[in-house]
């Protein structure tokens, strides 16, 4: 057997697992809608009340957060890291 053929079988499996982690973060992340995002006040960035972006929903709660960051950090489910508990309940809810 060839030192490649040695290589190839070694990372099989992993690349199996990479295919499966991927499939699992795909089919979390499908569950956070992109909605559109109003700037409820003048924020610390400087992008002023009433600004219109692109912004992520909770799935579990409904709110609307500007992004997947600032969403795990208010509501504790981060769209790219899937959580054996699910999506039914978030942080907010408790
Ligand atoms: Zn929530």
Redesign the pocket.
């Known amino acids: 057997m060839s030192d490649y053929q040695d290589l190839a079988l070694f990372l099989l499996p992993a690349e199996v697992e990479a295919q499966e982690r991927a499939a699992k973060r795909a089919e979390w992340n499908s569950h956070f809608e992109q909605v559109e995002w109003i700037a409820p006040y003048d924020c610390a960035d400087g992008t002023p009340a009433g600004s219109r972006r692109i912004g992520i929903r909770?799935?579990?709660?409904?709110?609307v957060?500007v992004s997947g960051f600032v969403?795990a950090l208010?509501?504790?489910?981060d769209p790219g890291v899937p959580k054996p508990a699910g999506f039914t309940?978030?942080?907010?809810?408790l």
């Open positions: 909770c799935p579990a709660c409904g709110a957060e969403l208010n509501h504790g489910l309940r978030c942080a907010k809810m």
